[in-house]
């Protein structure tokens, strides 16, 4: 039974996450729908994480098994035919090796949070960005965001209901950068707790706003105490954007 893994974006707005649900619909259960028409019989995939509802993907990573030999570019061809109207595209199709897992074998997940900052509201990138009414100091969310690279426990940005065995995690990089009147954060690492990258934006933007120093940003991490974190952000402004391997199976075929 060959296996393909599946390079897919999507936008969020209409599905309740990645994750098949019975009653609401979602980016799995638009694809293992899709995968449906082309075989009747296809086994749940897997995928390299869960998006909450609203969250985006610019590079979510997938795995199906299927019963016959595909070619890749025509597989994804199919799929994205049985996908439309749905804002949801494979973007890239490869075989893979029978053991490659889309969550098991990755080992780094990088996330984009996109913030606009003006008093309008957005038109073009409604539902596509968080807007905020003020002026952020970049540099001060930096510095506050400096704090929480390397190994800690992340209690204090890690939802409630995450089922994570431990809060301890390694943030490789998140950067904050400006261009024009948009605010990007990029945040690397091997794994992340359930709401990890929207606690972060949410308690810099406290920072960039002025009403939290930089280094409150690491009085609450020392806290290990959810109370102590800033405001969630938004999932409008949240994006998987990518996933790495120790080989990408979308170069070298695995």
């Known amino acids: 039974m060959p296996r393909y893994a599946l390079k897919i974006e999507y936008n969020g707005a209409p599905f309740a996450g990645w994750q098949r649900q019975a009653e609401h619909p979602s980016a799995q259960g638009a694809i293992e729908a899709a995968l449906a028409r082309l075989e009747p019989d296809v086994p749940s995939i897997a995928a390299a994480g869960r ?19 595909w070619e890749p570019f025509r597989l994804s061809e ?15 199709c490869a075989e893979v090796d029978p ?27 409604a539902g596509l960005a968080w807007r905020v009414s ?5 540099a001060a ?6 704090f929480l690279l390397g190994q800690h426990d992340f209690t204090t940005f890690r939802a409630s209901e995450c089922q994570a065995k431990s809060p301890v995690k390694t943030l490789d990089a998140l ?20 709401n990890q990258v929207r606690s972060f934006v949410g308690t ?49 075929g695995a």
């Open 78 to 92: 199919a799929l994205n035919y049985h996908l439309k109207p749905l804002p949801v595209a494979v973007v890239d």
């Open 175 to 194: 950067r904050v950068e400006r261009s024009g009147s948009e605010i990007r954060f990029h945040v690397r690492a091997r794994s992340f707790l359930h």
């Open 141 to 146: 969310m930096q510095a506050g965001a400096d």
């Open 99 to 125: 053991e490659w897992h889309a969550r098991f074998s990755a080992v780094e997940r990088r996330y984009l949070y996109r913030m606009i900052c003006r008093r309008a509201p957005l038109t073009f990138e």
């Open 51 to 69: 998006t909450d509802s609203g969250v985006h993907a610019l590079g979510q990573v997938a795995h199906c098994d299927m019963a016959r030999d």
């Open 204 to 252: 810099l933007e406290r920072v960039g706003a002025g009403a939290w120093a930089p280094e409150q940003v690491r009085d609450a991490l020392e806290a290990r105490n959810r109370a102590a974190c800033g405001p969630v952000a938004p999932p409008d402004g949240l994006y998987l954007a990518g996933v790495s391997y120790p080989e990408d199976p979308f170069l070298s």
């Open 134 to 138: 003020k002026e952020m100091d970049v």
